[in-house]
């Protein structure tokens, strides 16, 4: 016996119907679910400013919103045991469950390129894959802490990460893998330059 379910997903099994008004034992046909997924073609970027950025996109049911991102000096790797996936920052989940999702990116870096991913959770949580855009404006050279200004706190991170290692890599201004004298330089050059 062929079975059709109401979405038009076809399967065979056997049924056995008892006839005399008694009722028909049951089990044993094919039964859909359906399950979320984020439509990968409906995920878009707009109102991309110098620290805003809209994220939208659609899911195949009801379901939460939420954007997972990192600017391009952060992590981004996928890791599906950490609560944001390995990415830095994670916007708030809305309670609100919709089809179409949009999501409002505030804070951002000018001149930087962020790698995202939309998330979304019915019954269970779903990822979408990494896509990226890139803030309008320039990057402030020697803005180390991102307030969007060089100045002594810039200066006071410098420091402390001189040498060879450093543990804040955006000390490193020049990206030759190590803050020293030409780091200092540049933080000097763009000081209160905004």
Known sequence: MTL?????????DEAIVTINEKPAPTG???VYIPTLSISETSIST????????????STSLFSTSRVIYSDEEESHSYKSDTPNYGYAHSTKETSTKVTGHKVILTDLYPGTIYYFRCVSKDSKEVVSAEYSFTTLGGKILGDINRDKKVDIFDFNLLIVNWGDSPK???ADLTKDGKVDILDFNTLMVNWTKI
Do not use: L
């Open 46 to 57: 707009s109102a991309i400013g110098e620290d805003t950025a809209t994220i939208s996109w």
């Open 4 to 12: 059709t379910d109401e979405y038009g997903a076809t399967g065979t």
């Open 28 to 30: 044993g046909g094919a």
């Open 168 to 170: 804040n890599r955006k």
